[in-house]
């Protein structure tokens, strides 16, 4: 999905390839916190200030990018997070 500038939004969850920028040699995916539209840039082209997201959903760092939006893939959700197992309570015989 592609979309013109104007359209990122808060909470988009976006895949960036070398079709959003040159930057992208290795794809990444991040969370949207805002586009800078104070921000001059060339015609086609956007800041967004987003966190980079791991392979397990969790942002990693805060990011300035400067992108392409014809270039951007939208995603349905950030990759899933697994389950947090927390451990079990350990019952304790005490004796008189």
């Known amino acids: 999905m592609t979309a013109a500038p104007g359209l990122i939004k808060c909470g988009d969850v976006l895949h960036l390839t070398r079709a959003a920028s040159v930057q992208f040699v290795r ?3 991040v ?6 539209a104070d921000r001059h840039s060339y015609d086609g082209w956007t800041w967004i200030e987003a966190y980079e997201l791991s392979a397990r959903g969790e942002a ?3 990011r300035e990018l400067f992108v392409q ?4 893939r939208w995603l349905a ?6 389950a947090v197992s927390r451990p079990r309570a350990r019952r304790v015989r005490v004796t008189a």
């Open 69 to 72: 939006p014809a270039g951007l």
């Open 77 to 82: 959700a950030a990759p899933a997070t697994p």
């Open 60 to 62: 990693v760092a805060k």
């Open 31 to 36: 969370r949207v916190i805002r586009e800078i």
């Open 27 to 29: 794809p990444i995916i």
